[in-house]
């Protein structure tokens, strides 16, 4: 079947550096993406999204880079604090009617990010 | 605002019994999400609606688990019986139009059940 998933599961990384979290997806409708940080006992919170129709977007911090060539989705996050540990989530949509609300979330990675 | 409050945050109960989660959506929200959280399974979406009709239930496990939404502002996710591998996170979330036109989910802070 169809599935979003993470390369790695943990990343750990020193104060100060920059994090790479990737994500690979295997659906070639899917046309929107969303990456979402999840801290310890909270919901998933949003971070920043792209559509299928940029390659690269930019936040405060936080950039999210989309090759659509691969089906590959990276969020890099600039200057790595100790408030950055979460889990990572990278989400699809398709876009269509029926699953315009539909996100398919792949499986997180853990990072940690050492003082 | 409050933001999604879903209650309660904790629920332990014995296998056979019923179980009831509870959402309230943020206000002027029009799309209500439940969602299951497990290490094996992640982050599924079990079922949403759209001004208090269900939409998608396609992701509800089977007929044990009930979701109803009887206004805008109140939604329950049932479950019974409650059986041991029902322990999970559920997740209540609410959007203010479609995610495919850039409407952002917002999540509530879970209920963590556990089913002895």
């Known amino acids: 079947g169809e599935s979003v998933g993470l390369h790695l599961p943990t990343l750990s990384v020193q104060e100060g550096d920059n994090s790479i979290i990737n994500c690979a997806y295997s659906n070639s409708a899917s046309d929107y993406f969303i990456w979402y940080k999840q801290e310890s006992g909270k919901g998933p919170q949003f971070i920043i999204d792209?559509?299928?129709?940029?390659d690269k977007r930019q936040g405060q911090r936080v950039t999210v880079l989309l090759n659509k060539t691969v089906k590959h989705l990276s969020l890099q996050i600039a200057a790595t604090q100790p408030g950055d540990s979460a889990v990572y989530f990278c989400?699809?949509?398709?876009?269509?009617?029926?699953?315009?609300?539909?996100?398919?979330f792949g499986e997180g990675t853990q990072l940690t990010v050492n003082p | 605002d409050a933001g999604v409050i879903q209650s309660p945050r904790h629920e332990v109960t014995e296998m056979g019994q019923e179980v009831t989660l509870r959402c309230k959506p943020i206000?002027?929200?029009?799309?209500l999400f439940w969602y299951r959280q497990t290490m094996m399974r992640g982050l599924e979406l079990l079922i949403y609606?759209?001004?208090?009709?269900?939409?998608?239930d396609s992701g509800m496990p089977e007929d044990r688990f009930s979701a109803k939404m009887p206004n805008a502002s109140f939604s329950t996710l049932k479950i019974q019986p409650s059986e041991p591998r029902d322990s999970a996170v559920y997740f209540c979330?609410?959007?203010?139009?479609?995610?495919?036109?850039?409407?952002?989910?917002?999540f509530g802070s879970g209920t963590q059940l556990s089913v002895l």
């Open positions: 206000s002027g929200h029009d799309y």
């Open positions: 989400a699809e949509n398709r876009g269509e009617e029926t699953s315009g609300s539909r996100l398919t």
């Open positions: 979330a609410s959007s203010g139009g479609l995610i495919a036109t850039n409407e952002k989910l917002f």
């Open positions: 792209i559509r299928s129709n940029m």
């Open positions: 609606f759209n001004n208090n009709v269900p939409i998608d």
